[in-house]
């Protein structure tokens, strides 16, 4: 086998090191534009700002700045928290998610008031296909509960990936799902979302509607562990939104996707975008849990089946309750 000369593999190095340090000033360049992205798209949208800002007066009944200052936040000299969240790019995000939560959908929400002051986690049943019900447990959270709050949530390790996909992600609160981060989005005294069946969940078929699949064990050692108060969540409505008739794994496993669902509505033109049915939230009483959290998984396994059934039994009582899934 030959061996570069030298000089060659010297001039090698140089082009690697500048590459890199290239590569730093671009990131560098956009986390810039990203900080002063909500002024600039401020300037840019012009008169349209204060359509924007009245819009989020009606839908959340005061001004966004108003609601913002009772928000908790942990927040640095730039005006940011350790993770990169920047409170002010949400503001054209609630917008959206408002809009969903108030007008598409009309979520009904139900016991927000049990919701402990300071950290907490939130494992709610996953459904619909596309997560939807993150995006409206998060509205609850800001839209309906008092003090309002900025609700976090564990993305993808695949997302890091996706350069200014990630940097959104960032801006707007999302973390790396990493047991590092969750432990210290917790002890900074942040509201936690977890949804334990992971992609079982969203991925269920229509005949198997509101039947929780397993729960991971992973979110009881963490609340264990960190002495965080569980607040169960059960969400009606998102299983309907889109109507998943099976799944088919061959294409699932070809295309490295949990799962391949089969949903005849996506046919129907207008069909892609998710059925307007009415969303019912149900925030359960705070549960604790005690004990070692690297106990033997037959251990925990008990604790996160009492969760569970409790969150099946909110299910149960909220589909007795609904008179139609549509209103």
Same mark, same amino acid.
């Given at each position: 086998?030959?061996?570069?000369?030298?000089?060659?593999?010297?001039?090698?190095?140089?082009?690697?090191?500048?590459?890199?340090?290239?590569?730093?000033?671009?990131?560098?360049?956009?986390?810039?534009?990203?900080?002063?992205?909500?002024?600039?798209?401020?300037?840019?949208?012009?008169?349209?700002?204060?359509?924007?800002?009245?819009?989020?007066?009606?839908?959340?009944?005061?001004?966004?700045?108003?609601?913002?200052?009772?928000?908790?936040?942990?927040?640095?000299?730039?005006?940011?928290?350790?993770?990169?969240?920047?409170?002010?790019?949400?503001?054209?995000?609630?917008?959206?998610?408002?809009?969903?939560?108030?007008?598409?959908?009309?979520?009904?929400?139900?016991?927000?008031?049990?919701?402990?002051?300071?950290?907490?986690?939130?494992?709610?049943?996953?459904?619909?296909?596309?997560?939807?019900?993150?995006?409206?447990?998060?509205?609850?959270?800001?839209?309906?509960? !008092? %003090?309002? +709050? *900025?609700?976090?949530?564990?993305?993808?390790?695949? &997302? #890091?990936?996706?350069?200014? =996909?990630? @940097?959104?992600?960032?801006?707007?609160?999302?973390?790396?799902?990493?047991?590092?981060?969750?432990?210290?989005?917790?002890?900074?005294?942040?509201?936690?979302?977890?949804?334990?069946?992971?992609?079982?969940?969203?991925?269920?078929?229509?005949?198997?509607?509101?039947?929780?699949?397993?729960?991971?064990?992973?979110?009881?050692?963490?609340?264990?562990?960190?002495?965080?108060?569980?607040?169960?969540?059960?969400?009606?409505?998102?299983?309907?939104?889109?109507?998943?008739?099976?799944?088919?794994?061959?294409?699932?496993?070809?295309?490295?996707?949990?799962?391949?669902?089969?949903?005849?509505?996506?046919?129907?033109?207008?069909?892609?975008?998710?059925?307007?049915?009415?969303?019912?939230?149900?925030?359960? !009483? %705070?549960? +604790? *849990?005690?004990?070692?959290?690297?106990?033997?998984? &037959? #251990?925990?396994?008990?604790? =996160?089946? @009492?969760?569970?059934?409790?969150?099946?039994?909110?299910?149960?009582?909220?589909?007795?309750?609904?008179?139609?899934?549509?209103?």
């Amino acid at each position: 086998m030959s061996l570069a000369p030298p000089s060659v593999v010297s001039t090698r190095r140089r082009r690697a090191t500048g590459s890199l340090h290239d590569a730093s000033r671009a990131l560098a360049r956009i986390d810039a534009a990203a900080r002063g992205a909500p002024a600039l798209l401020s300037r840019l949208l012009g008169g349209a700002e204060a359509a924007i800002d009245e819009s989020l007066e009606r839908l959340l009944g005061e001004s966004f700045e108003r609601r913002l200052s009772r928000v908790p936040l942990a927040l640095g000299p730039a005006g940011v928290d350790p993770f990169g969240f920047d409170p002010h790019w949400t503001k054209y995000v609630v917008l959206s998610v408002a809009t969903l939560h108030r007008k598409y959908f009309r979520t009904e929400v139900h016991g927000i008031e049990n919701l402990p002051n300071g950290r907490v986690l939130l494992i709610a049943n996953h459904s619909g296909q596309v997560p939807i019900d993150g995006l409206l447990i998060a509205a609850a959270m800001f839209m309906d509960a !008092e %003090p309002p +709050r *900025f609700v976090r949530a564990m993305v993808e390790k695949w &997302a #890091v990936s996706l350069p200014f =996909v990630s @940097l959104f992600f960032t801006r707007v609160g999302q973390v790396v799902g990493v047991p590092e981060n969750a432990t210290r989005l917790l002890t900074q005294g942040e509201p936690l979302l977890v949804f334990p069946e992971g992609a079982r969940g969203i991925a269920k078929t229509f005949d198997n509607r509101y039947k929780l699949t397993d729960f991971g064990l992973g979110f009881m050692r963490l609340a264990i562990e960190t002495d965080t108060p569980i607040v169960p969540v059960a969400v009606v409505g998102g299983e309907e939104q889109y109507i998943s008739v099976a799944n088919v794994d061959a294409l699932a496993k070809l295309l490295r996707m949990p799962a391949f669902p089969v949903i005849p509505q996506l046919l129907i033109p207008g069909g892609q975008l998710p059925l307007p049915t009415k969303y019912r939230m149900y925030f359960g !009483e %705070p549960m +604790r *849990f005690t004990g070692d959290p690297d106990d033997d998984d &037959a #251990v925990i396994e008990e604790k =996160v089946w @009492l969760v569970r059934q409790t969150i099946q039994s909110m299910l149960n009582r909220g589909l007795r309750e609904r008179k139609h899934i549509f209103w």
